[in-house]
């Protein structure tokens, strides 16, 4: 298991504020689908789907691993984030680029989607230049470092690609939207979200869930799938113009992840954290099936409705699902390094357990587990929109309860054990 340097752990204030943001962001969805209703679940090219889907991809997701990789990098990697305190202007510049995107969607109005774009690239990119010197410096590590270089490497892509679609709804340049979209998803989805999923759970798996430790070589194999899986997909959808080539492609190595992430808990030698393993197999369950609706809506084996619930339990459902246990882990994490810095020595600290009771995550479980049945329904069923709506407040709004409790009952017990007598 690798070894955690929390010498070089930053203040936990740091990673914090994203992770926070996260779950507003899945409250910000449901109000979304409150006020749009049946608009929201329209078509893939409605303003409003665009919308909600990138306040679950960049707001929720975004968020989430970003915040993340500001603690995994210098703890787990053993590469220093440069950044520093900048991470706050970028954090803000980040979420008012969304705020910005979503309202020039929603209006319309074309001038904020030009502004949006630049405050909503730069985060991104400062992250991928930071970070990618250190992951590719010779050392130890070697297939995680290289993991999160992908993912990284194909945030930018993503970034620019997305900058490119902007300026063509703008007319700032006349490109092929379809083409360009598809590129976009495929490379975010698949190159960023699941390949920095992939990589930071070969360590947090065994660590968090009990799981068997994920070779290196098989790590490094799928990393390099997602790559050729990639530009493939790339060549086969501009050459062919058809999105089978690409969906096949993508699919492969994402249900091949999602593969693994069902079977390495099912066999874990050691179980522990049933809430955590709960969250990552059901979040896997309906990405498996998102991927597996995703090559044959392309193929028009099945309706564009499908198209959307393949989006809606993929992008509204799994990935946040997923994402949303590990984070009230890190959360836990992050509280009990500012108790044990907090306290003096011989005071015994409590354990991420007693910060975050299984009861709690539970509870959010449970909220997750109602927008998992809902979300889906308003799709098929646009009339249960507002029940969708009242889903995503419930599971997102417990996300962030627990995170809160967990890092105000942290304060409490230090404040508690520093009280002079």
Known sequence: MTALDLAQAPPPARPLRWLLSAPLWGLAA????????DEAFTSRWAPQTVALVHAFTLGVLGNAMLGSLLQFLPVAAGVPMP??????????????????????????????????????????????????????????????????????????????LGGLLVATLRGDLALALVPLADLHAATGVLGWVLGLMAAVGSVVLPMFQGTTTIASRWLLVWCTAVGVALIAGAVLRMALDTQVGLAVAAASPALAFVAVSLGLPARAPRRRNPALVAFWRCGTLATGAACALAPLVAADLLPPAAGLLAGA?????????????MLLEI?????????????????????????????WKAAALGAHLMCAVALPAAVLWPRAAPAAGLALLAAHGATLACA??????????????IRPL
């Open 313 to 325: 339990l993929g992008l509204g459902v799994g990935l946040p699902m997923m994402l949303s246990g």
């Open 30 to 37: 449901g109000v979304g689908v409150l006020v749009l209703g």
């Open 331 to 359: 959360v836990a994490f992050l509280a009990w390094l500012e108790v044990r810095a907090a306290c003096p020595r011989g005071v015994r600290v409590p354990g991420t357990a007693q910060l975050l009771p299984d009861r």
């Open 83 to 160: 950044l520093q305190r900048s991470t706050a202007w970028l954090h803000v510049a980040f979420n008012a680029g969304l705020v910005l995107f979503v309202t020039g969607l929603l209006l319309p109005a074309p001038a904020l989607l030009g502004l949006a774009a630049l405050l909503l690239a730069a985060p991104p990119l400062a992250f991928a230049t930071a970070a990618l010197p250190g992951l590719l410096r010779r050392g130890a590590l070697r297939a995680l470092r290289g993991g999160i270089a992908l993912s990284l490497l194909a945030l930018a892509v993503t970034v620019c």
């Open 404 to 417: 809160l409790r967990c890092a105000r009952h942290a304060r409490r017990f230090a404040r508690t054990a």
